[in-house]
Protein backbone atom coordinates (compact mmCIF):
# COMPACT_ATOMS: atom_id res chain seq x y z
CA UNK A 1 0.00 0.00 0.00
CA UNK A 2 1.34 3.33 -0.71
CA UNK A 3 2.52 5.50 1.64
CA UNK A 4 0.07 8.59 -0.07
CA UNK A 5 -3.01 7.03 1.77
CA UNK A 6 -1.43 8.62 5.35
CA UNK A 7 -1.08 11.74 3.80
CA UNK A 8 -3.53 14.92 4.64
CA UNK A 9 -6.18 14.91 2.03
CA UNK A 10 -4.91 17.90 0.11
CA UNK A 11 -1.56 16.77 -0.17
CA UNK A 12 -3.18 13.25 -1.16
CA UNK A 13 -4.46 15.60 -4.08
CA UNK A 14 -1.35 16.49 -5.54
CA UNK A 15 0.12 12.96 -5.67
CA UNK A 16 0.74 10.79 -8.67
CA UNK A 17 -2.16 9.26 -10.76
CA UNK A 18 -0.15 5.72 -10.20
CA UNK A 19 -2.20 4.72 -7.42
CA UNK A 20 -5.04 4.07 -9.84
CA UNK A 21 -8.55 4.54 -10.27
CA UNK A 22 -9.56 4.59 -6.75
CA UNK A 23 -6.97 7.62 -5.68
CA UNK A 24 -8.72 9.17 -8.89
CA UNK A 25 -12.38 9.03 -7.33
CA UNK A 26 -10.76 10.17 -3.98
CA UNK A 27 -10.04 13.13 -6.04
CA UNK A 28 -12.68 13.49 -7.90
CA UNK A 29 -15.11 13.63 -4.72
CA UNK A 30 -12.91 15.87 -2.29
CA UNK A 31 -12.98 18.56 -5.13
CA UNK A 32 -17.01 18.32 -5.64
CA UNK A 33 -17.26 18.62 -1.98
CA UNK A 34 -15.07 21.46 -1.49
CA UNK A 35 -16.68 23.10 -3.99
CA UNK A 36 -19.98 22.35 -2.88
CA UNK A 37 -19.19 23.66 0.45
CA UNK A 38 -18.03 26.81 -1.29
CA UNK A 39 -20.74 27.41 -3.21
CA UNK A 40 -23.01 26.96 0.05
CA UNK A 41 -20.85 29.48 2.13
CA UNK A 42 -21.56 32.36 -0.77
CA UNK A 43 -25.42 31.57 -1.14
CA UNK A 44 -25.75 32.33 2.41
CA UNK A 45 -23.56 35.68 2.68
CA UNK A 46 -25.42 36.73 -0.04
CA UNK A 47 -29.11 35.70 1.15
CA UNK A 48 -28.40 37.63 4.45
CA UNK A 49 -26.82 41.08 2.13
CA UNK A 50 -30.65 40.61 0.62
CA UNK A 51 -32.23 40.79 3.73
CA UNK A 52 -30.40 43.60 5.40
CA UNK A 53 -31.01 45.44 2.21
CA UNK A 54 -34.72 44.87 2.01
CA UNK A 55 -35.36 45.37 5.31
CA UNK A 56 -33.70 48.70 5.62
CA UNK A 57 -32.36 50.13 9.13
CA UNK A 58 -33.73 49.69 11.86
CA UNK A 59 -35.65 53.25 13.10
CA UNK A 60 -34.70 52.42 16.83
CA UNK A 61 -31.52 50.72 18.10
CA UNK A 62 -30.12 50.36 21.69
CA UNK A 63 -26.08 51.81 21.19
CA UNK A 64 -23.45 49.56 22.83
CA UNK A 65 -22.06 52.14 24.71
CA UNK A 66 -25.45 53.17 26.39
CA UNK A 67 -27.28 49.66 26.87
CA UNK A 68 -26.97 49.60 30.80
CA UNK A 69 -28.57 53.16 30.93
CA UNK A 70 -31.54 52.13 28.59
CA UNK A 71 -30.52 55.16 26.36
CA UNK A 72 -32.23 54.59 22.83
CA UNK A 73 -31.29 56.80 19.70
CA UNK A 74 -34.38 58.48 18.10
CA UNK A 75 -34.58 57.97 14.52
CA UNK A 76 -33.34 60.68 12.25
CA UNK A 77 -35.70 62.51 10.52
CA UNK A 78 -36.02 61.66 6.81
CA UNK A 79 -33.97 63.96 4.54
CA UNK A 80 -36.56 66.75 2.43
CA UNK A 81 -36.27 66.52 -1.26
CA UNK A 82 -34.83 69.84 -2.77
CA UNK A 83 -37.38 71.99 -4.99
CA UNK A 84 -37.35 71.36 -8.42
CA UNK A 85 -35.71 75.20 -9.63
CA UNK A 86 -33.15 74.14 -6.46
CA UNK A 87 -31.54 71.62 -8.63
CA UNK A 88 -28.78 72.36 -10.73
CA UNK A 89 -28.41 69.79 -13.55
CA UNK A 90 -25.64 70.34 -16.08
CA UNK A 91 -27.01 70.30 -19.45
CA UNK A 92 -26.03 67.88 -21.78
CA UNK A 93 -27.11 69.74 -24.69
CA UNK A 94 -26.03 73.25 -23.70
CA UNK A 95 -23.74 75.15 -25.87
CA UNK A 96 -20.33 75.52 -24.04
CA UNK A 97 -19.56 79.33 -23.21
CA UNK A 98 -18.31 81.63 -25.72
CA UNK A 99 -19.73 79.62 -28.61
CA UNK A 100 -20.44 81.01 -32.25
CA UNK A 101 -22.58 79.44 -34.36
CA UNK A 102 -20.78 79.03 -37.85
CA UNK A 103 -22.54 81.17 -40.70
CA UNK A 104 -24.59 79.76 -42.73
CA UNK A 105 -23.42 78.42 -45.57
CA UNK A 106 -23.08 80.85 -48.91
CA UNK A 107 -25.42 80.43 -51.93
CA UNK A 108 -22.84 79.88 -54.13
CA UNK A 109 -21.94 75.91 -52.32
CA UNK A 110 -25.34 74.59 -54.21
CA UNK A 111 -25.15 76.91 -57.03
CA UNK A 112 -25.92 75.53 -60.38
CA UNK A 113 -25.27 77.52 -63.58
CA UNK A 114 -23.79 75.07 -66.76
CA UNK A 115 -22.21 77.70 -69.43
CA UNK A 116 -22.89 75.58 -72.19
CA UNK A 117 -25.72 72.66 -72.60
CA UNK A 118 -25.05 69.61 -73.41
CA UNK A 119 -25.58 69.63 -76.85
CA UNK A 120 -23.04 72.48 -77.49
CA UNK A 121 -20.27 70.35 -75.57
CA UNK A 122 -20.87 67.60 -77.80
CA UNK A 123 -20.38 69.90 -80.84
CA UNK A 124 -17.51 71.87 -79.13
CA UNK A 125 -15.69 68.49 -78.35
CA UNK A 126 -16.31 67.43 -82.29
CA UNK A 127 -15.09 70.55 -83.61
CA UNK A 128 -12.73 71.91 -81.67
CA UNK A 129 -10.78 69.54 -79.06
CA UNK A 130 -9.41 67.10 -81.53
CA UNK A 131 -7.80 70.10 -83.99
CA UNK A 132 -6.28 71.84 -80.88
CA UNK A 133 -3.62 69.34 -80.00
CA UNK A 134 -2.60 69.93 -83.85
CA UNK A 135 -2.62 73.55 -83.65
CA UNK A 136 -0.47 73.52 -79.99
CA UNK A 137 2.11 71.81 -82.28
CA UNK A 138 2.59 73.36 -84.89
CA UNK A 139 2.26 76.63 -83.53
CA UNK A 140 0.55 78.71 -85.61
CA UNK A 141 -1.27 81.77 -85.08
CA UNK A 142 -3.48 82.12 -87.36
CA UNK A 143 -7.36 83.22 -87.68
CA UNK A 144 -8.48 79.35 -88.14
CA UNK A 145 -6.10 78.45 -84.85
CA UNK A 146 -7.39 81.07 -82.99
CA UNK A 147 -10.98 80.11 -83.64
CA UNK A 148 -10.15 76.30 -82.82
CA UNK A 149 -7.94 77.60 -79.66
CA UNK A 150 -11.51 79.62 -78.80
CA UNK A 151 -13.20 76.72 -79.17
CA UNK A 152 -11.18 74.42 -77.18
CA UNK A 153 -11.27 76.49 -74.35
CA UNK A 154 -14.82 76.91 -74.43
CA UNK A 155 -15.31 73.64 -74.23
CA UNK A 156 -12.85 72.67 -70.93
CA UNK A 157 -14.06 75.74 -68.63
CA UNK A 158 -17.95 75.09 -69.72
CA UNK A 159 -17.69 71.35 -69.15
CA UNK A 160 -16.14 72.00 -65.48
CA UNK A 161 -19.90 74.26 -64.73
CA UNK A 162 -22.00 71.06 -66.05
CA UNK A 163 -20.78 68.35 -63.17
CA UNK A 164 -24.13 67.88 -61.05
CA UNK A 165 -24.61 69.80 -57.94
CA UNK A 166 -27.92 68.77 -56.73
CA UNK A 167 -27.20 65.70 -53.93
CA UNK A 168 -24.54 64.85 -50.96
CA UNK A 169 -23.14 62.32 -53.54
CA UNK A 170 -23.05 64.70 -56.89
CA UNK A 171 -21.01 67.10 -54.49
CA UNK A 172 -18.52 64.24 -53.59
CA UNK A 173 -18.33 63.32 -57.46
CA UNK A 174 -18.10 67.26 -58.56
CA UNK A 175 -14.71 68.11 -55.42
CA UNK A 176 -12.85 64.93 -57.29
CA UNK A 177 -13.47 65.48 -60.70
CA UNK A 178 -12.69 69.42 -60.73
CA UNK A 179 -9.07 68.44 -59.76
CA UNK A 180 -8.42 65.70 -62.38
CA UNK A 181 -10.10 68.61 -64.70
CA UNK A 182 -8.16 71.43 -64.01
CA UNK A 183 -4.55 69.03 -63.86
CA UNK A 184 -5.73 67.96 -67.58
CA UNK A 185 -6.39 71.64 -68.57
CA UNK A 186 -3.15 72.92 -67.61
CA UNK A 187 -1.02 69.77 -68.88
CA UNK A 188 -2.83 70.47 -72.36
CA UNK A 189 -2.31 74.26 -72.54
CA UNK A 190 1.15 74.20 -71.15
CA UNK A 191 3.07 71.86 -73.68
CA UNK A 192 1.53 74.02 -76.26
CA UNK A 193 4.41 74.99 -78.91
CA UNK A 194 7.00 72.81 -78.81
CA UNK A 195 8.32 73.95 -82.23
CA UNK A 196 12.13 75.01 -82.70
CA UNK A 197 11.48 78.23 -83.14
CA UNK A 198 11.23 80.56 -79.50
CA UNK A 199 9.13 83.41 -81.42
CA UNK A 200 6.28 81.02 -82.37
CA UNK A 201 6.42 79.08 -79.04
CA UNK A 202 6.12 82.52 -77.20
CA UNK A 203 2.68 83.14 -79.62
CA UNK A 204 1.11 80.15 -79.23
CA UNK A 205 1.43 80.44 -75.69
CA UNK A 206 0.27 84.33 -75.34
CA UNK A 207 -2.80 83.42 -77.71
CA UNK A 208 -3.70 80.23 -75.50
CA UNK A 209 -3.16 82.40 -72.50
CA UNK A 210 -4.78 85.48 -73.33
CA UNK A 211 -8.24 83.39 -74.92
CA UNK A 212 -8.06 81.48 -71.30
CA UNK A 213 -8.07 84.96 -69.43
CA UNK A 214 -10.96 86.06 -71.69
CA UNK A 215 -13.42 83.13 -70.89
CA UNK A 216 -12.21 82.96 -67.22
CA UNK A 217 -14.36 85.86 -65.71
CA UNK A 218 -17.58 83.80 -66.48
CA UNK A 219 -16.41 81.23 -64.15
CA UNK A 220 -15.57 83.38 -61.31
CA UNK A 221 -19.50 83.86 -61.03
CA UNK A 222 -19.92 80.47 -60.74
CA UNK A 223 -20.28 78.09 -57.93
CA UNK A 224 -17.69 77.72 -55.07
CA UNK A 225 -15.71 74.74 -56.40
CA UNK A 226 -15.32 76.45 -60.01
CA UNK A 227 -14.51 79.84 -59.05
CA UNK A 228 -11.65 78.13 -56.80
CA UNK A 229 -10.02 76.08 -59.11
CA UNK A 230 -10.68 78.41 -62.18
CA UNK A 231 -8.12 80.50 -59.58
CA UNK A 232 -5.54 77.78 -59.22
CA UNK A 233 -5.53 77.44 -62.99
CA UNK A 234 -4.93 81.01 -63.37
CA UNK A 235 -2.10 81.00 -60.77
CA UNK A 236 -1.01 77.84 -62.27
CA UNK A 237 -0.35 78.68 -66.03
CA UNK A 238 2.64 80.77 -65.85
CA UNK A 239 0.73 83.65 -67.81
CA UNK A 240 1.91 87.34 -66.13
CA UNK A 241 -1.35 89.21 -67.84
CA UNK A 242 -3.56 86.62 -65.96
CA UNK A 243 -2.38 88.81 -62.37
CA UNK A 244 -5.29 91.00 -63.46
CA UNK A 245 -7.80 88.57 -63.18
CA UNK A 246 -6.20 87.70 -59.93
CA UNK A 247 -6.13 91.16 -58.33
CA UNK A 248 -9.69 91.37 -59.36
CA UNK A 249 -10.40 88.55 -56.99
CA UNK A 250 -8.30 90.13 -54.11
CA UNK A 251 -10.00 93.57 -54.21
CA UNK A 252 -13.36 92.15 -54.70
CA UNK A 253 -15.71 92.80 -51.21
CA UNK A 254 -16.88 90.32 -49.43
CA UNK A 255 -19.73 87.85 -50.76
CA UNK A 256 -21.67 88.69 -47.80
CA UNK A 257 -21.31 92.34 -48.75
CA UNK A 258 -21.70 92.19 -51.83
CA UNK A 259 -23.61 88.64 -53.05
CA UNK A 260 -23.28 89.45 -57.14
CA UNK A 261 -20.02 90.54 -57.35
CA UNK A 262 -18.06 89.64 -54.25
CA UNK A 263 -16.23 86.76 -53.48
CA UNK A 264 -15.52 84.36 -50.31
CA UNK A 265 -12.55 84.94 -48.10
CA UNK A 266 -11.09 81.43 -49.61
CA UNK A 267 -11.07 82.29 -53.15
CA UNK A 268 -9.78 85.70 -52.18
CA UNK A 269 -6.80 83.70 -50.46
CA UNK A 270 -6.19 81.44 -53.13
CA UNK A 271 -5.72 84.52 -55.81
CA UNK A 272 -2.81 85.78 -53.35
CA UNK A 273 -1.09 82.53 -53.65
CA UNK A 274 -1.97 82.19 -57.54
CA UNK A 275 -0.31 85.83 -57.37
CA UNK A 276 2.82 84.74 -55.68
CA UNK A 277 3.31 82.09 -57.99
CA UNK A 278 2.96 84.16 -60.91
CA UNK A 279 5.27 86.49 -59.58
CA UNK A 280 8.12 83.83 -58.61
CA UNK A 281 7.55 81.43 -61.73
CA UNK A 282 5.86 83.44 -64.65
CA UNK A 283 7.76 83.85 -67.75
CA UNK A 284 8.51 87.14 -68.22
CA UNK A 285 7.42 88.16 -64.99
CA UNK A 286 5.09 91.45 -64.60
CA UNK A 287 6.49 94.86 -65.22
CA UNK A 288 7.75 97.20 -62.81
CA UNK A 289 4.88 99.09 -63.68
CA UNK A 290 2.29 95.66 -63.29
CA UNK A 291 4.16 94.88 -59.72
CA UNK A 292 3.87 98.83 -58.87
CA UNK A 293 -0.11 97.87 -59.44
CA UNK A 294 -0.13 95.00 -57.63
CA UNK A 295 2.05 96.51 -54.64
CA UNK A 296 -1.02 99.51 -54.39
CA UNK A 297 -3.57 97.21 -54.47
CA UNK A 298 -2.34 94.67 -51.79
CA UNK A 299 -1.77 97.75 -49.61
CA UNK A 300 -5.20 98.56 -50.00
CA UNK A 301 -6.17 95.21 -48.79
CA UNK A 302 -3.97 95.62 -45.91
CA UNK A 303 -5.26 98.31 -44.57
CA UNK A 304 -8.37 96.63 -43.22
CA UNK A 305 -6.27 94.88 -40.08
CA UNK A 306 -9.21 92.87 -39.13
CA UNK A 307 -9.57 90.82 -41.69
CA UNK A 308 -7.92 87.25 -41.79
CA UNK A 309 -5.08 86.63 -40.15
CA UNK A 310 -3.96 84.17 -42.98
CA UNK A 311 -4.72 86.16 -45.57
CA UNK A 312 -2.98 89.23 -44.06
CA UNK A 313 0.17 86.93 -44.42
CA UNK A 314 -0.30 85.82 -47.76
CA UNK A 315 -0.26 89.35 -48.98
CA UNK A 316 2.46 90.27 -46.79
CA UNK A 317 4.05 87.49 -49.00
CA UNK A 318 3.03 89.12 -52.06
CA UNK A 319 4.82 92.60 -51.44
CA UNK A 320 7.76 90.51 -50.41
CA UNK A 321 7.91 88.82 -53.46
CA UNK A 322 6.96 91.73 -55.45
CA UNK A 323 10.93 92.75 -55.33
CA UNK A 324 9.95 96.63 -54.91
CA UNK A 325 11.02 99.03 -52.22
CA UNK A 326 7.77 100.58 -53.54
CA UNK A 327 9.50 104.51 -55.34
CA UNK A 328 7.57 106.56 -57.38
CA UNK A 329 8.73 109.44 -58.97
CA UNK A 330 5.82 112.28 -58.39
CA UNK A 331 5.33 111.43 -54.96
CA UNK A 332 8.51 112.66 -53.12
CA UNK A 333 9.88 109.30 -53.89
CA UNK A 334 8.07 107.95 -50.78
CA UNK A 335 9.19 104.51 -50.33
CA UNK A 336 5.42 103.40 -49.94
CA UNK A 337 6.19 99.42 -49.61
CA UNK A 338 8.29 99.75 -46.85
CA UNK A 339 6.06 102.30 -44.89
CA UNK A 340 3.72 99.87 -45.21
CA UNK A 341 5.57 96.94 -43.89
CA UNK A 342 6.65 99.25 -40.59
CA UNK A 343 3.00 100.30 -39.67
CA UNK A 344 2.10 96.57 -39.57
CA UNK A 345 4.87 95.63 -37.59
CA UNK A 346 4.13 98.89 -35.15
CA UNK A 347 -0.08 97.81 -35.10
CA UNK A 348 -0.75 96.60 -31.84
CA UNK A 349 -4.69 95.55 -32.86
CA UNK A 350 -2.66 92.78 -35.27
CA UNK A 351 -1.73 89.21 -33.66
CA UNK A 352 2.06 88.65 -33.16
CA UNK A 353 1.97 86.52 -36.20
CA UNK A 354 1.11 88.78 -38.87
CA UNK A 355 3.72 91.40 -37.63
CA UNK A 356 6.74 88.90 -37.10
CA UNK A 357 5.81 87.97 -40.94
CA UNK A 358 5.84 91.92 -41.82
CA UNK A 359 9.30 91.77 -40.14
CA UNK A 360 10.68 88.87 -42.20
CA UNK A 361 9.24 90.93 -45.26
CA UNK A 362 11.35 94.25 -44.49
CA UNK A 363 14.13 91.69 -44.55
CA UNK A 364 13.89 90.95 -47.76
CA UNK A 365 12.28 93.88 -50.09
CA UNK A 366 14.41 96.64 -51.56
CA UNK A 367 15.44 99.88 -48.87
CA UNK A 368 15.42 102.75 -50.64
CA UNK A 369 18.21 105.41 -50.10
CA UNK A 370 15.28 108.12 -48.21
CA UNK A 371 14.04 104.88 -45.54
CA UNK A 372 15.22 106.35 -42.29
CA UNK A 373 17.36 103.07 -40.68
CA UNK A 374 16.51 104.30 -37.02
CA UNK A 375 12.58 103.76 -38.09
CA UNK A 376 13.29 100.59 -39.04
CA UNK A 377 15.39 99.32 -36.32
CA UNK A 378 13.18 101.19 -33.82
CA UNK A 379 10.08 99.17 -35.38
CA UNK A 380 11.82 95.87 -35.01
CA UNK A 381 13.18 96.22 -31.43
CA UNK A 382 10.48 97.29 -30.03
CA UNK A 383 8.23 94.88 -31.34
CA UNK A 384 10.42 92.13 -30.16
CA UNK A 385 10.74 93.68 -26.60
CA UNK A 386 6.55 93.18 -26.71
CA UNK A 387 6.67 89.89 -28.12
CA UNK A 388 9.69 88.72 -25.67
CA UNK A 389 7.88 90.68 -22.80
CA UNK A 390 4.97 88.40 -23.50
CA UNK A 391 6.98 85.22 -23.65
CA UNK A 392 8.30 85.53 -20.77
CA UNK A 393 4.78 85.90 -19.25
CA UNK A 394 3.49 82.84 -20.96
CA UNK A 395 6.42 81.13 -22.33
CA UNK A 396 4.79 77.50 -22.99
CA UNK A 397 2.78 79.34 -25.86
CA UNK A 398 3.32 77.58 -29.24
CA UNK A 399 3.72 80.85 -31.16
CA UNK A 400 6.61 82.30 -29.41
CA UNK A 401 9.36 80.35 -31.59
CA UNK A 402 7.88 81.20 -35.44
CA UNK A 403 7.52 84.54 -34.39
CA UNK A 404 10.90 85.18 -32.77
CA UNK A 405 12.34 82.93 -36.29
CA UNK A 406 10.61 85.37 -38.38
CA UNK A 407 12.42 88.88 -35.84
CA UNK A 408 16.04 86.74 -37.04
CA UNK A 409 15.15 86.72 -40.54
CA UNK A 410 14.69 90.15 -40.61
CA UNK A 411 18.15 90.87 -39.70
CA UNK A 412 19.72 87.78 -41.12
CA UNK A 413 19.97 85.42 -44.29
CA UNK A 414 18.87 81.73 -43.32
CA UNK A 415 20.41 79.70 -46.13
CA UNK A 416 23.28 80.20 -48.52
CA UNK A 417 20.31 80.26 -51.35
CA UNK A 418 19.18 83.44 -49.28
CA UNK A 419 22.73 84.54 -48.92
CA UNK A 420 23.25 84.55 -52.28
CA UNK A 421 20.38 86.28 -53.36
CA UNK A 422 21.91 89.37 -51.23
CA UNK A 423 22.97 90.53 -53.84
CA UNK A 424 19.81 91.51 -54.93
CA UNK A 425 18.55 92.30 -51.18
CA UNK A 426 17.02 89.62 -49.58
CA UNK A 427 19.29 88.43 -47.03
CA UNK A 428 18.45 90.59 -44.12
CA UNK A 429 19.07 93.94 -42.74
CA UNK A 430 22.73 93.57 -42.15
CA UNK A 431 23.14 92.92 -45.42
CA UNK A 432 22.54 96.30 -46.28
CA UNK A 433 25.52 98.01 -45.91
CA UNK A 434 24.26 101.64 -45.72
CA UNK A 435 22.12 100.44 -42.51
CA UNK A 436 24.32 98.22 -40.95
CA UNK A 437 25.80 100.32 -38.32
CA UNK A 438 22.32 101.16 -36.77
CA UNK A 439 21.06 97.21 -37.55
CA UNK A 440 24.12 95.55 -35.57
CA UNK A 441 23.38 96.97 -32.22
CA UNK A 442 19.51 95.71 -32.17
CA UNK A 443 20.77 92.25 -33.68
CA UNK A 444 23.04 91.71 -30.86
CA UNK A 445 20.40 92.58 -27.99
CA UNK A 446 17.48 90.88 -29.76
CA UNK A 447 19.49 86.98 -31.15
CA UNK A 448 20.21 86.14 -27.40
CA UNK A 449 15.85 86.17 -26.68
CA UNK A 450 15.90 84.84 -30.02
CA UNK A 451 17.69 81.42 -28.57
CA UNK A 452 16.09 81.38 -25.44
CA UNK A 453 13.05 80.97 -27.19
CA UNK A 454 13.84 78.23 -29.87
CA UNK A 455 15.40 76.73 -27.11
CA UNK A 456 12.39 76.54 -25.63
CA UNK A 457 13.14 78.75 -22.30
CA UNK A 458 11.58 82.00 -21.47
CA UNK A 459 13.79 84.86 -22.32
CA UNK A 460 16.40 85.36 -19.18
CA UNK A 461 15.80 88.11 -16.53
CA UNK A 462 19.34 89.40 -18.09
CA UNK A 463 19.04 89.51 -21.77
CA UNK A 464 14.93 91.13 -21.55
CA UNK A 465 16.98 93.94 -19.44
CA UNK A 466 19.46 94.64 -22.19
CA UNK A 467 16.43 94.49 -24.71
CA UNK A 468 14.78 96.84 -22.81
CA UNK A 469 17.77 99.36 -22.11
CA UNK A 470 18.07 99.44 -26.05
CA UNK A 471 14.30 100.04 -27.07
CA UNK A 472 14.23 102.79 -24.46
CA UNK A 473 13.92 106.54 -25.50
CA UNK A 474 17.40 107.72 -25.88
Not at 262 to 280: D, F, H, S, W
Not at 294 to 306: D, R, T, W, Y
Not at 360 to 378: E, K, S
Not at 390 to 406: E, G, H, T
Request: hydrophobic share 45%; aromatic share 6%; with cysteine.
Amino acid sequence: MSMNRHRHPSTRLHSDSKDGPVRNLDRAFFRASVWSLDQTFYRLIAIAVALMVISGPSPARAQPGNAKKGVVKKAEKPKVAPKAEEIKVDDPDALPPGYQPPPPPLAIMDLEAPLATKEELNRLNKDYVGKFSKVKLEAKVDAESLKIIEGFVRYRLAYMTTLPKDSREDKKDTQEKLPALHRSFLTEISTAGLAKNPAQVTAITNAIGKEVCKQMPELLKNNFYVRLHSVMILGEMDFAPAHELLLQVIQAKDINEDPDNGQPMAIKVAATNGLIRLLTFANPTPTVKERMTIAHAVIGELANNKVLAWYQVRLIEVLRTLDIGGVEAGDNNRPFVVEALLAIIRDKDRIPYVRAKACYAIGRVPIPAGVNANDVVAAVSDFALQLATAAAAQPNNPMWKSCFWDIYLAFHAFNTKDQDAEKKRAGGLLAVTSMKSVVQPAYDVIVPIVNDILSGKAPSAANLDKLKAFVKPK
